[in-house]
């Protein structure tokens, strides 16, 4: 019977018996439990306890001898003086330690503990690296005091999650519905069966608490650590292998990590500092690890079918799935290189053949008949930083990578190309080397070396080998034909050569076991219909095991953030294809964060407390080198999305055709006038070009006065308008930093209409804030000061992310109008419709101001920024100096404003910033339903501000929180800002490209950071 049946129909019995038994009363809540019916009984006395029913389904006498263990376990524990804590027994008032009730099933076994202080992890969610060492660390106390431990209740021929036993899975995989998880579930069943089991009678043996599962441990802070604060439910106790201990915490830290594997090397490295693992035990972690997970999911998919309104039952399926689809496939020879590094010892085992390869480097056989010699081939850059294989990072186009490799050899007159080691590449866009969502962790990093030549080149064997795997592997950007040879050093160490994309029907004759001498034709390359789907190519790779470590096909791409151990275990294969290549070794840049200031400015910010280095874009999406995903839900200066082909190709054709200025006529500008001009109100007709909005606004500037003869100007507190000397001035937020210039005496700031922080709220802020700018107004042209205009914002930015309250502006506008001023509306940051709902932020307070000043979004990365204007305006202008901007309105610039005008039209991007802007932001008002921390969520369309307070207060800022959960989504790849007068508003203003998919990903991820960082203090 379950918890909540429990409550349900036994409440005031078992409240009667507590009270009689201990002498305890209080109120109950249900705990979860597979077995057992955990129960809270929260006491005014005693605080609280927890009452645990074990059922006698299989005979009392079992259930209280299982109990008993428990207890025993508790009492030896009692003086081990362990730092943290563990379960204690409070024993009735007869000094029972537990007592036989009846129950409507039969008698049952109840017995009480002690509440435990902390947070559960599983209510947590996330295990930090911190956390996960000191887990291994305490789990390895744990079991150095069971070392002493001995109960014939701990020996359990029959026990379903001792993990010497998991061979019972194979019998129920017709369980499991998610075919899946099912072919990995399989996968690890049948390793379990042929390798792992044979090496368990090798590893040392104790009793162990076998299930350090999330919802088994309580954590918290101490000393501004992260730390296990208790272990609970000690019911799965065993005698079994020592490190399936390891292997279970490790499995469930794993699922709650932003890096699986530095958590599994963190729970191990934590459990070896204080119970030395054997290289032999380390080998075994992740087998162990993929074992548990597999026992979890066959077992939950058993126990649905008879208790399918249990959430317990399944509590942590997701999980394991992921995190067992994750590791299925990887290779644990690099797990086990990996997992030495962390416990600080040197893996030796792959050195023999390193060295064998580099002092035989040029000695090998060709490994394919080119016709030329390897040496002379030219070396292609397929990296993230190349435009060799397209522009989509996203999707692979095989013909056009085959049309490009095959115009570099043609080049050089060469009949085959080179494709690097080690290189990091945005080919392999299949779901088969990751996850699909925005920021997944995916194989990016090249572990072989390419031979790009005809299909039909015959394939040598570089040295005297013996055949181990032949096999076809027939998906999508899969190695088609496939063939691992074996060959052996000198010294009788034994590595292997794995040769990829080969014709299948030309090595259907191989068989595991033929030997081949060197300089033996086997195979042939296969064409893009065989091979994979790729350019015809050789991929070979060196793997440094024999072919008994052989397990499945070994990954030929892996992540870049595993790549340390993957050199070890597949090391550089150049020696192979002969001569001093060492141009074929990709090699990383230089560490820009430690130079950036040698020659640049340090007032020069980077964003984030850990720098990001990026090389490329794709809608909204950012990649750095090694080619990990970001997702971008900050930058609007790429307004139709980073790499946009139309803009691209504009630019790049107008460039091909002329790039010069204003002085000479040009299509372009007058046509992008045109329709420019035409997405505005009438009254704005005549337009001015600059390279950037800053520049924008000084001119703005100059028109203003040019028209009113006036000097003084009225802006918006907080606002910011660029970085030249006028918009500076004008720049509340600019010139009230440390070291800036003083405000000058022209410039007048007024009120900023915040209704959330401001003095006013409600219907009537908006009036009630203009009046005060209206005062100012009206007070300088009572000091003969009459403004020469007014400047703000048409959706403050900087300011906080704001959004005018209704009646604002048109006010404001009437006001400064009458004072005889113009108005100035600056739009750099929210135009070409970012709201979704208007082209122009200024649109929808029903107001038309006299000068519009545009930037950002006009050229999608190509610097733009426009003025536009009254015909009046431009002709009082026209009666001062020449304008003039080199690159203000350059064809170049033209043909890229023309071509993000003609994109937004074309993929319905305002219609997309309107549905997917709406859905954030009613998500995050939902977020903020659960987090105290969000006070204001606002915004429209892609322009989204969600402030941070404390205490649910307006008056109390969280600008540290704020700053945290910032860093917090950069770790996990996700690029938000931050802004307003105390930067602790979250700025969300992504490309408007940004999709359902997308905005998912952030309001998950903003979820965990807020409930992370939030607890951090």
């Not at 077995?35 to 929260?42: E, I, Q």
């Not at 050899?409 to 996850?435: K, L, N, Q, W």
């Amino acid at each position: 019977m379950r918890a909540r049946e429990l409550l349900r129909s036994h409440e005031g019995e078992l409240s009667a018996l507590l009270e009689r038994r201990y002498g305890l009363t209080g109120t109950w809540s249900a705990l979860p439990g597979e077995v057992d019916a955990n129960l809270r009984l929260k006491t005014g006395r005693a605080g609280a306890v927890i009452v645990k029913v074990t059922p006698a389904g299989e005979g009392v006498e079992r259930a209280a001898a299982r109990v008993d263990l428990q207890v025993a376990i508790f009492d030896h524990l009692d003086d081990a003086q362990l730092p943290f804590a563990v379960p204690k027994v409070q024993r009735s008032l007869s000094g029972d330690a537990r007592l036989i009730v009846p129950c409507a099933d039969g008698d049952s076994v109840l017995w009480v503990c002690r509440w435990m202080d902390g947070e559960v992890l599983a209510e947590r969610g996330h295990a930090s690296p911190e956390l996960c060492r000191d887990l291994g660390r305490s789990l390895g106390e744990l079991d150095r005091a069971l070392l002493t431990f001995s109960h014939e209740g701990t020996r359990r021929p029959d026990f379903k999650w001792d993990l010497c036993r998991a061979g019972w899975i194979g019998s129920h995989l017709d369980a499991l519905c998610d075919d899946a998880v099912r072919s990995a579930v399989e996968d690890v069943c049948d390793r379990f069966v042929r390798r792992v089991q044979l090496c368990l009678g090798d590893v040392p043996r104790s009793v162990v608490h076998n299930d350090a599962n999330d919802h088994n441990l309580l954590v918290a802070y101490r000393d501004g650590r992260e730390i296990l604060a208790g272990v609970l439910d000690f019911g799965d106790l065993c005698e079994t292998i020592r490190v399936a201990e390891v292997a279970i915490a490790a499995s469930y830290a794993a699922m709650l990590s932003d890096d699986p594997l530095a958590a599994i090397d963190a729970v191990v490295s934590g459990y070896d500092s204080v119970l030395t693992l054997s290289e032999k035990e380390r080998e075994l972690v992740v087998p162990l690890v993929e074992t548990r997970l597999a026992v979890s999911l066959v077992n939950s998919a058993i126990e649905v079918l008879d208790r399918p309104d249990d959430p317990y039952v399944t509590v942590s399926q997701a999980g394991a799935r992921r995190l067992l689809l994750e590791l299925n496939g990887r290779s644990h020879a690099v797990a086990s290189v990996r997992l030495a590094r962390a416990c600080g010892a040197t893996p030796s085992r792959h050195a023999p053949v390193r060295e064998h390869l580099e002092a035989n480097r040029g000695r090998f056989e060709p490994v394919l008949d080119c016709g030329s010699p390897l040496e002379e081939a030219p070396v292609l850059d397929l990296s993230f930083e190349s435009l060799l294989v397209g522009d989509d990072v996203l999707r692979l186009d095989a013909t056009k990578m085959a049309r490009h490799v095959e115009d570099v050899m043609r080049e050089v007159h060469a009949s085959c190309a080179i494709g690097r080691y080690s290189e990091p590449r945005p080919i392999y866009t299949d779901v088969a080397f990751g996850f699909d969502e925005p920021t997944a962790r995916r194989r990016t990093v090249h572990m072989g070396i390419d031979v790009f030549a005809p299909a039909g080149t015959w394939v040598r064997s570089p040295a005297a080998g013996r055949v181990v795997d032949v096999r076809v592997c027939e998906g999508h950007l899969d190695y088609g034909g496939l063939v691992v040879l074996e060959h052996g050093t000198p010294d009788g160490v034994m590595f292997c050569t794995l040769h990829g994309h080969l014709d299948p029907a030309s090595i259907s004759g191989l068989r595991p076991g033929d030997e081949l001498t060197p300089g033996q034709r086997f195979a042939q390359l296969g064409s893009v219909q065989v091979n994979g789907g790729w350019p015809p190519h050789l991929h070979l790779q060196v793997l440094a095991h024999s072919a008994e470590d052989l397990e499945g096909v070994p990954w030929g791409v892996v992540n870049p953030d595993d790549l340390g151990a993957h050199l070890e275990v597949f090391p550089d294969p150049s020696p192979l294809v002969g001569g001093r290549l060492e141009q074929t070794v990709w090699r990383a840049g230089p560490d820009l964060s430690s130079t950036r200031t040698d020659h640049l400015a340090a007032n020069l910010a980077t964003s984030y407390s850990e720098p990001l280095a990026l090389v490329r874009g794709w809608r909204h999406i950012l990649f750095d080198r090694d080619g990990r995903r970001y997702l971008d839900a900050y930058n609007n200066v790429p307004h139709v999305g980073h790499g946009h082909p139309a803009v691209v190709e504009a630019v790049a054709r107008q460039t091909a055709l002329l790039a010069t200025n204003t002085r000479y006529l040009h299509y372009g500008i007058q046509r992008y006038a045109e329709r420019l001009c035409a997405l505005l109100p009438k009254e704005l007709s005549v337009a001015f070009f600059t390279p950037s909005g800053s520049e924008a606004n000084e001119l703005a500037i100059r028109l203003v006065r040019q028209y009113t003869g006036r000097r003084d100007m009225c802006v918006m507190d907080h606002g910011y308008h660029g970085h030249t000397n006028a918009a500076m001035a004008l720049s509340p937020y600019k010139f009230r930093q440390e070291g800036a210039p003083p405000q000058p005496e022209w410039v007048h700031v007024t009120a900023q209409p915040d209704v959330y922080r401001g003095s006013y709220r409600g219907n009537r802020a908006g009036a009630l804030f203009a009046a005060d700018v209206t005062a100012t107004v009206e007070s300088l042209v009572a000091e003969g000061r009459a403004p020469a205009g007014y400047l703000c914002e048409c959706l403050p930015s900087v300011g906080g992310q704001l959004e005018l309250p209704a009646g604002f502006l048109a006010t404001v506008y009437d006001a400064v109008r009458r004072a005889g001023g113009l108005c100035v509306a600056d739009d750099v940051q929210t135009a070409l419709w970012r709201t979704g709902d208007h082209a122009f932020g200024f649109e929808r307070h029903g107001v038309v101001p006299d000068i519009l000043v545009l930037g950002k979004p006009l050229g999608n990365g190509f610097p733009i920024g426009a003025v536009v204007t009254t015909p009046e305006v431009a002709q009082a202008f026209s009666r001062g100096p020449e304008f003039f901007s080199t690159f203000g309105g350059s064809a170049v610039a033209m043909a890229a404003g023309l071509a993000v005008l003609d994109v937004l039209e074309q993929e319905r991007l305002a219609e997309n910033a309107q549905r997917v802007g709406a859905l954030l932001v009613q998500e995050l008002r939902g977020l903020a339903q659960r987090h105290e921390s969000i006070g204001d969520v606002r915004g429209r369309g892609f322009f989204i501000g969600v402030e941070l307070v404390r205490d649910a207060d307006p008056a109390k800022p969280a600008s540290e929180l704020a700053r945290r959960v910032k860093n917090r989504l950069r770790q996990r790849r996700v690029l938000i800002g931050t802004d307003g007068p105390d930067d602790n508003v979250l700025k969300i203003r992504p490309p408007m490209t940004f999709d359902e998919n997308a905005a998912s990903c952030v309001l998950g991820e903003l979820d965990q950071a807020l409930r992370m960082c939030s607890r951090t203090g």
